[in-house]
């Protein structure tokens, strides 16, 4: 299995309050990824990262903020987190375009 | 992205080959098929891709037909262990820098009955 880990692995907040969730990898894979999971919807692409600082939107990035200042670590950030946005997050890796994606086993998050 | 059609769910009996169908007629020429599947609460797997010829790894075949428009995913033994929600993707949709685009649909639920 891909080392690639979450954590945390379950958070509940309240609404209003911020927080961070981080996806490490020890596989020195150059793409990382953020999905979100929801009943009815699949798995949606939030952001991505295509190297250290390089980062871009996905199709559902309205809320979130993400960061990747090492080559392992990609963090997504909710600044004001919302019962929208209750969900569970997926991260993910990739060695290149045409590979196939390594995901992480999740984080459930709960806003209250 | 071209759009798949899967089964929303199917059957097989343990140690019997399962077979997952998906129609994507409206694929073109450059797009890959990728199957994944998800164990319950468990983030997604790889299990093979493909762009024109038949494909087989130690998890699974995947058979395209010859005008590419459909595919069968096939676990030649399946077990218990198998049950998951199958997902086909067609895709070469390649983000900023080479990142790739998978889009996930409802995919098909397989349950493995002993």
């Known amino acids: 299995d891909a080392g690639i880990t979450q954590s945390p692995r379950h958070k509940v907040t309240e609404t209003g309050t911020p927080v961070t969730l981080r996806c490490h990898q020890t596989e020195n894979h150059r793409y990382m990824y953020w999905y979100r999971q929801d009943p009815g919807h699949g798995l949606r692409l939030i952001h991505y990262s295509y190297g250290v600082k390089d980062t871009d939107k996905g199709e559902v990035s309205d809320g979130y903020s993400v960061s990747r200042s090492k080559t392992e670590d990609f963090l997504l950030t909710l600044e004001s987190a919302t019962s929208s946005q209750t969900s569970v997050y997926f991260c993910?890796?990739?060695?290149?375009?045409?590979?196939?994606?390594?995901f992480g086993p999740g984080t459930r998050l709960t806003v209250t | 992205d071209a759009k798949t059609t899967q089964p929303p769910s199917m059957d097989c009996a343990e140690g019997r080959a399962a077979n997952l169908p998906c129609n994507h007629s409206t694929i073109s020429g450059n797009e890959y098929v990728y199957w994944y599947r998800q164990i319950h609460s468990q983030g997604p797997q790889y299990i093979i891709h493909?762009?024109?010829n038949n494909e087989t790894n130690e998890m699974a075949s995947l058979i395209i037909t010859e005008d590419r428009k459909s595919s069968t995913l096939i676990l030649p033994h399946a077990t218990l262990r198998d049950t998951a929600v199958y997902y086909c993707?067609?895709?070469?949709?390649?983000?900023?820098?080479?990142?790739?685009?998978?889009?996930f649909g409802q995919g098909t639920r397989l349950t493995i009955n002993p």
């Open positions: 993910a890796i990739s060695d290149s375009s045409d590979y196939e994606q390594y």
């Open positions: 993707i067609v895709t070469r949709g390649v983000l900023v820098q080479g990142a790739q685009k998978l889009v």
């Open positions: 493909g762009l024109k």
